[in-house]
């Protein structure tokens, strides 16, 4: 799906997704005017007992209602990385697969990043732990508390990542 041009929207909202089977985050950012926001953060996991079929069904059917719910303009994802465990790639590529899945049920563009480059984006290095990672999203986003768990901290560096994306916000060109 081709990118919208968003860069001169008043509103704007972000679903980023941290993916996995079982553990999912999400977090989802607003910018009005020049304030950015967090709208609503936390994780999808499905019942422990459930087999790979019920789970993806489960995310699945979360992450549909978590586009219903916020109508995002744009899905922020992280991109594909390759695990030392090859049954641990599989299953984030199965949860990735859920993710795009129901972003063009809705018909929500997509933009993908390395976890790097998210981190980069809110910490200034890529290479800062996921406690430095939660600090700077919550500084960021004027939150009391760092949000819980680092898969929600995640997802939010990953909605943050695509807010100051060039293609979005020219005055991070």
């Not at 926001?37 to 007992?49: I, N, Q």
């Not at 809705?106 to 480059?117: D, K, W």
């Amino acid at each position: 799906m081709e990118l919208p041009d968003l860069r001169n929207r008043e509103r704007l909202v972000i679903a980023g997704i941290d993916p996995g089977t079982r553990v999912m985050g999400y977090g989802v950012v607003g910018r009005v005017g020049a304030r950015t926001m967090r709208v609503d953060s936390g994780c999808f996991r499905p019942p422990r007992d459930s087999d790979g079929g019920d789970r993806l069904f489960f995310l699945f059917s979360s992450l549909r209602a978590l586009l219903e719910h916020h109508k995002p303009d744009l899905l922020s994802l992280e991109k594909t990385f390759f695990a030392k465990n090859a049954q641990s790639t599989l299953r984030i590529g199965e949860a990735r697969a859920m993710v795009l899945l129901a972003a063009a049920e809705f018909r929500v563009p997509v933009l993908e990043y390395s976890p790097t480059v998210a981190k980069r984006a809110v910490t200034g290095t890529g290479s800062a732990d996921k406690d430095l990672v939660a600090r700077l999203v919550a500084v960021e986003l004027g939150l009391a508390e760092i949000p819980e768990p680092h898969d929600a901290t995640d997802a939010l560096a990953l909605a943050l990542c695509a807010m100051r994306d060039p293609r979005l916000d020219p005055r991070f060109r």
